[in-house]
């Protein structure tokens, strides 16, 4: 990389903080569609000449099959390793050269591409950004020397107390829902995936009636609209994606215990818990800050760790997806006294649901949450990546701009109504790893 463009990049960085906050003070998001039906999403800000680009598409694992488990996670990481005819080595170096940075990411939703850059090498960085989103080749020798890689990875993860009791958790959950399939894909199926396989993927989910573009940075509406339509023709154009199916509730209870060799026992717990843009969304936020979503100022901390010291952390929180994602209880403790353990959580969310939380603990949630709120929002990628939620999800352009006033409207009795009617201890799903007997 050329130094003086490294300079530059270090420099810029090390102030970007400093303008993120005074970007969203003024936070104005525009909104279109392109003419390939691709929907925009664009913030201007001229305070540095920096840009960011990301595109998200529905190519999350919960559109893999049982037949192809991982094909969308491998589809995603291949995109990058050779696109155009230029192997990785070569792409690596065109954004490197440039001081761009290529990233994205990947989970049960969808699939994501990013690039930052100068807006100075903006053409260079859109160019080789493009060969990614347009052209990947899925080379035959790379998807056998990462279908190598990922399996040695996946072998190692089913030793791992952690990744076996969260693989154990998701299916209790969400049973044949695409949800509880492991993003990584199993060893067999990743076995068996194809070029063939993963460009048939590629051209049925990263389509450009799919796809949720987010600009940020130096660059006036008139370029970001440029870049878009840019970006959206060159995808497939294919329909869009039908949306993941709902998930179906829990009935009952189920308890799975698997022995291991591992010093502690790793218990999860839980149910489907709340979807992006749920109405109960914010009283639920509120509420499990007070349970297990605030660390030490949490009732759980206070009643397993503080109080027992059963374990030295336990936590609870809300994954809201494009269906109701999960609403999970972690913590780790002597194989021994797992079960006094779960005993004593299972209790303390029990009476939080039935009698619920208190004035004095809410004005405590809402202070921490609100003083909080700056820092996640006090740097560029950080205002991206609300962009992308907003923009995938459906949120309302003035999500951010209103966030603090929904904590501050949230009342005691939203959130002693909300938990009643969305948590169910009874019906939770609960896995222990290194139980002292299987079950």
Do not use: C
């Amino acid at each position: 990389m050329n130094v003086f463009v490294l300079f530059r990049i270090v420099l810029l960085a090390m102030t970007l903080q400093l303008y993120a906050v005074s970007v969203f003070a003024a936070l104005n998001i525009q909104h279109w569609t392109t003419a390939e039906g691709s929907e925009v999403y664009f913030v201007e800000n001229h305070s540095l000449p920096m840009m960011d680009v990301s595109i998200n598409f529905r190519a999350g694992s919960a559109y893999d099959t049982l037949a192809t488990s991982g094909a969308a996670a491998v589809t995603h990481h291949l995109m990058t390793l050779g696109a155009g005819g230029l192997d990785e080595e070569t792409l690596t170096n065109r954004f490197a050269d440039i001081g761009a940075v290529l990233g994205g990411s990947f989970d049960a939703d969808r699939a994501s591409f990013k690039v930052r850059t100068l807006t100075s090498e903006q053409q260079a960085a859109l160019d080789s950004f493009m060969l990614v989103l347009h052209k990947p080749d899925f080379p035959q020798s790379v998807l056998a020397r990462e279908q190598a890689r990922i399996i040695a990875a996946l072998q190692e993860a089913e030793t791992e107390p952690d990744s076996i009791a969260q693989k154990a958790f998701m299916q209790s959950v969400y049973g044949m829902h695409p949800y509880s399939m492991d993003q990584n894909g199993e060893i067999s199926t990743v076995q068996s995936l194809t070029v063939d396989q993963l460009q048939q993927f590629y051209q049925t989910h990263y389509t450009a009636k799919s796809a949720v573009i987010a600009l940020m940075g130096d660059l006036t509406t008139d370029q970001a609209k440029q870049i878009a339509e840019r970006l959206s023709a060159g995808l497939p154009q294919g329909p869009a994606v039908a949306a993941i199916p709902p998930v179906t509730e829990l009935k009952a209870s189920s308890v799975k215990k698997f022995p291991h060799p591992a010093m502690q026992a790793h218990i999860l717990l839980g149910q489907p818990g709340n979807m992006r843009g749920d109405p109960d969304f914010f009283p639920l936020y509120v509420g499990n800050y007070i349970l297990g979503g605030g660390g030490f100022v949490s009732r759980l901390t206070e009643e397993v760790r503080e109080k027992r010291g059963l374990a030295y952390s336990v936590y609870s929180y809300f994954m809201p997806m494009s269906q109701l994602g999960p609403f999970q209880i972690g913590l780790q403790t002597k194989k021994e006294q797992a079960d006094e353990a779960l005993k004593l959580v299972m209790e303390t969310v029990q009476t939080f649901v039935e009698k619920g939380v208190t004035e004095k603990e809410l004005a405590a949630a809402k202070d921490n949450l609100i003083g909080g709120f700056p820092l996640r929002i006090d740097s560029n990628s950080k205002i991206l990546e609300y962009l992308n939620m907003i923009g995938f999800y459906k949120l309302p352009l003035d999500y951010l701009d209103n966030f603090n006033q929904h904590v501050g409207q949230v009342t005691v009795s939203q959130i002693n109504d909300a938990f009643k009617r969305r948590i169910h201890p009874d019906r939770f799903a609960t896995v222990i790893v290194g139980a002292e007997s299987q079950q």
